[in-house]
């Protein structure tokens, strides 16, 4: 219950700010107000079946109608809110519950039954559309339809995470600290990757669709794929090594956290220690005014020498990542921002033009390259691997005795290690909100 309350005392500030943003963002691209759609239900070809919903984050943004499609949500200066909340009448299917007053106190709700009943808003040409829907494409000029410049300030905005949003992120974070807990406990029983997943869910009940992406559960080489898709039902006959990349959601909110484990100990062992070491490092450096590509690039130096140290590479530190060969064994990026969506928005422009901010040459891959600001959320998230098709690519090309192929031989049914932590910028310390999660328990 105090989590919770924690989340709902912030609300009525978010909603607050969020209207002081939206009317800036109005004000300076020439719009008098913002019709924001949640989205449609989307049925599979020649089909009944609906895929799973996922609202709009922008509508998520304002309100947590996370099951409610077909809502939308019309902002204008200096007025109250007003939603148009879809409560269709239906027996195959059980509609939305009653908007719940700890959130609909600061809107001015219409329940409607009719899925365009948001046309009665008073669209004109000085309103922008925000959506996906196929209704709001047909019923408006394609000029007002998520213009770029208007979704640029507002994407720039949601990178700074208000009150409530940084509680509900927490809480995001206990839950999948609840999880992961669950989960290793079910990979030190010798459980399959499909009944590994089913105890995650179960431990904090939620179902698939309720999880911020999909989970990636992998005993053995399976960690060597990033992201790793199947639920193989059958146990290994050895279990060496667990990775799982998982989380959870509150109110639309994710967190995104991997931990990787070994059955027993020996090399392998010691290098997630090696690499968990250098992980909570990187995440102390997570401060106001860092050039996020700064701290890749020192994530790749620093793999690197551990890859030196445990005698993978017989190169020094600083040939491997200039020639590319730290790639070889690390080919993603750092992290990313975290918000509404696992890949949060906004996390290579610098302005409402959407002026790009380029990667490091040679990382393109990396999902982040702003210099951080207080209020930003994002992972941290270095990995290890032993990839079979990067190997096999430098050993065609590259400098093959720069790898130590017979100590690759013996790690490489392990498949990889990541490590992955959710952090705060603030204006002093960074926050962990992973490492609190699971020391909370």
Wanted: with cysteine.
């Amino acid at each position: 219950m105090g989590a919770r309350k924690t989340v709902i005392e912030g609300y009525k500030n978010h909603v607050a700010e969020l209207q002081r943003r939206w009317e800036r963002a109005l004000r300076a691209e020439g719009y008098d107000a913002v019709l924001i759609h949640a989205g449609s239900k989307l049925a599979s070809f020649l089909d009944d079946y609906e895929y799973p919903f996922r609202c709009n984050p922008h509508l998520l943004w304002w309100a947590p109608l996370t099951s409610q499609h077909d809502s939308a949500l019309l902002i204008r200066p200096g007025k109250r809110p007003k939603l148009f909340y879809y409560q269709p009448d239906d027996y195959w299917y059980l509609p939305p519950a009653d908007p719940a007053s700890w959130w609909a106190d600061e809107f001015e709700v219409l329940p409607v039954r009719d899925a365009d009943a948001w046309k009665q808003a008073g669209i004109n040409h000085r309103t922008a559309c925000i959506g996906d829907a196929a209704s709001l494409a047909e019923a408006v000029d394609a000029a007002q339809l998520n213009p770029q410049r208007l979704l640029n300030r507002i994407h720039l905005e949601r990178t700074r995470k208000t009150p409530y949003e940084i509680a509900c992120m927490a809480e995001a974070a206990r839950l999948g600290a609840i999880a992961h807990t669950a989960a290793e406990q079910a990979f030190r029983e010798g459980s399959s990757e499909y009944d590994i997943h089913q105890r995650y869910c179960m431990a904090i009940e939620l179902v698939d669709a309720e999880l911020p992406y999909g989970n990636i559960v992998a005993l053995n080489d399976h960690g060597a794929v990033l992201h790793y898709q199947a639920h193989e039902q059958e146990t290994p006959a050895e279990s060496r090594s667990f990775l799982i990349d998982a989380g959870a959601t509150v109110h639309g909110y994710a967190c995104d956290i991997t931990r990787t484990y070994s059955a027993r100990d020996g090399e392998f062992a010691d290098l997630i220690t090696a690499m968990d070491t250098m992980q909570r490092k990187l995440c102390t450096a997570v401060v106001e005014g860092l050039d996020y590509r700064d701290l890749h690039l020192r994530a790749h130096a620093d793999i690197a020498t551990i890859l030196k140290d445990f005698d993978i590479i017989r190169t020094s530190p600083e040939d491997a990542v200039a020639s590319g060969l730290s790639a070889v064994f690390y080919p993603h990026g750092l992290g990313h921002f975290l918000g509404l969506q696992t890949h949060d928005v906004a996390g290579l422009i610098a302005d409402a033009d959407g002026t790009p901010i380029p990667r490091p040459d040679g990382h393109p891959f990396l999902r982040l390259t702003r210099t951080l600001e207080e209020g930003n959320v994002l992972t941290i998230e270095p990995g290890l691997y032993f990839i079979e098709p990067l190997l096999r690519q430098w050993r065609e090309t590259g400098d093959v005795a720069a790898i130590n192929w017979e100590k690759v031989d013996s790690l490489a049914p392990y498949g990889g290690i990541r490590i992955e932590d959710n952090m705060l910028v603030t204006g002093g310390e960074p926050r962990n909100l992973t490492r609190e999660a699971f020391a909370s328990l």
